[in-house]
């Protein structure tokens, strides 16, 4: 009994150890456990405070970077706002000082006109007076008049009207037929002088010279792939158009047109530059502002080379050294200017050859000659960019590189504006007449030349006695067939006078027309 009590004693004690070390066991893990999970919860609270600092300094950097775009783009817009603002306050301030120039200038002629009316009204009352003062003397004249003829007429068997046409036909006959040798033998002494009259009349002779002549124009047409590039020739809002516009000084006008857009502008080179560059943008498909300021900055240098080259090129076909570079390069732009549909490079060049040849026959100095045609017409290449007319330019060029005083005055005087002073300046008013007026060389010319000719022939035919009249040799000389019964040798001789002398009062032309009076008799038998 007391064996089995210690043994159970031992066991129940052993149980109380084990019971003891198993739940201090049990504490132990769950102090562990708790501590454990206690570190974890504080790694994942560092680690979502980490994270959600790094995503909001993301958030900030990505907000300030969305603002600096903004404001750059805001920049952009306003920069560009205040430069289409500032082209618009230029043209309104430019159109704002044409106006007022133009109101000045109206202002200027408005008083000019009052003080012209005044001075008109003061003579037309001056005039009034003597008007009246002279009808009062016309009224005594002819009261006295009417007394002598009453007295003629009783002394005489004549009435004054019978006695006038008598003495008229008597005179008149008399003074034609005097006329009419007196013309026949200053003909004959001129033919036997004719050698030196040459040398000073070949100053006027005409002479018919072909060359290829360009249409003066305003526009210019540009031909394009497809109708669509005209979208993108407006661009976005329209900056392309305009940006094109303002690179070039030309408008484009793109219309209904299918296939072409119209280019318009007085400046030819200005024109021409810009049909260049828009054939260029649309061949290579690129517009936008910035290729367009390139493309169009390209084109003004090649035709500026080409200008340079084209004025080398004139020098050098004329055998004329000694120029000024800065005039050569004046002649080239010459090759973008026409007058009345005649290009005026084309033109100086024919007067100066035309100057040279006659110089040679005159035994003048060709070369000095040449040089004057082909200045004559210098102040073209500037004189729509300055104000003055081109003969006025022209003399100012002339006297700025030092020409020789010769050409200065043919420059000057080639439009009469002043008096000729030496050979050259003739040779060179009739060689610019004689390019100007050939058929062909300008469409007026060309539009009248038919109107001339038949002015021509009405006025010969508006003789009595004319059978018939023929304007030939492209209206520099008529003939005149007369009726042999009608008219004398010697009235045949006074006619064509009397022709000459109307055709210089009614008709404008170049050079000179001659006027050859036919008249024949013919008898026809027949010998059966």
């Given amino acids: 009994m007391d064996t089995f009590s210690s043994a159970q004693m031992n066991f129940f004690a052993l149980a109380l150890i084990m019971s003891v070390c198993l739940a201090g066991g049990y504490a132990i893990g769950y102090f562990l456990r708790k501590k454990l999970g206690d570190m974890q919860i504080n790694e994942s609270e ?97 009261g006295l008049i009417k007394e002598e003829l009453t007295k003629l007429e009783a002394i005489s068997s004549f009435t004054a009207a019978e006695a006038k046409e008598e003495i008229k ?164 732009r010459l090759k973008y200017r026409t007058s009345y549909t005649q290009n005026v490079l084309e033109h100086v060049k024919e007067v100066a050859w035309i100057c040279g040849h006659m110089a040679a026959e005159l035994g003048l100095d060709v070369n000095l000659a040449k040089r004057a045609g082909l200045l004559h017409d210098i102040g073209k290449a500037i004189d729509k960019q300055t104000d003055g007319t081109h003969t006025a330019l022209g003399v100012e060029i002339a006297i700025k590189y030092k020409e020789h005083e010769y050409v200065i005055n043919s420059i000057a005087s080639h439009h009469e504006d002043e008096e000729p002073t030496s050979p050259y300046a003739v040779l060179v008013s009739a060689g610019d007449t004689i390019s100007a007026s050939r058929p062909g060389a300008r469409r007026e010319i060309m539009e009248t030349y038919v109107k001339r000719m038949g002015q021509l022939e009405e006025i010969g035919d508006s003789f009595k006695g004319v059978e018939k009249t023929y304007a030939i040799q492209a209206g520099r000389e008529i003939r005149i067939i007369v009726i042999p019964d009608g008219i004398t040798d010697d009235n045949a001789c006074l006619l064509a006078k009397d022709v000459a002398q109307r055709i210089e009062k009614e008709v404008t032309y170049p050079g000179e027309i001659k006027i050859t009076v036919v008249r024949e008799s013919r008898f026809t038998e027949f010998a059966r």
């Fill in 169 to 332: 036909e008597r005179v008149v006959d008399s003074a034609r037929l005097e006329a009419a040798k007196l013309v026949r033998k200053l003909e004959e002494e001129a033919k036997n002088e004719a050698e030196d009259r040459a040398r000073s009349l070949i100053t006027m002779a005409v002479q018919r010279i072909a060359s290829d002549h360009i249409a003066e124009t305003t526009v210019s047409v540009v031909e394009l792939p497809n109708d669509e590039i005209k979208g993108r020739i407006i661009g976005r809002e329209g900056r392309n158009i305009r940006a094109l516009e303002h690179c070039t000084g030309i408008d484009l006008i793109i219309d209904d047109t299918p296939g072409a857009v119209v280019l318009s502008g007085f400046d030819p080179i200005r024109r021409e530059v810009a049909r260049r560059a828009l054939q260029q943008l649309t061949q290579d498909g690129r517009i936008h502002p910035g290729r367009i300021e390139e493309v169009v900055a390209k084109c003004k240098k090649e035709i500026n080379k080409e200008i340079c080259q084209e004025g080398e090129k004139t020098v050098m076909d004329l055998g004329i050294e000694g120029i000024h570079p800065d005039i050569v390069k004046l002649l080239g």
């Fill in 46 to 142: 560092r680690l979502g405070k980490k994270i959600i600092a790094e995503a909001e300094r993301e958030s900030a950097t990505i907000t300030k970077t969305a603002e600096m775009e903004v404001k750059e783009k805001n920049l952009t817009l306003r920069l560009e706002f205040e430069k289409e603002i500032g082209e618009k306050r230029d043209q309104m301030r430019q159109q704002e000082n044409s106006l007022q120039q133009k109101q000045n200038e109206a202002q200027r002629v408005a008083e000019k006109t009052r003080k012209s009316e005044q001075d008109l009204e003061a003579k037309q009352g001056e005039y009034d007076r003597k008007e009246e003062q002279l009808k009062q003397k016309e009224t005594e004249y002819e």
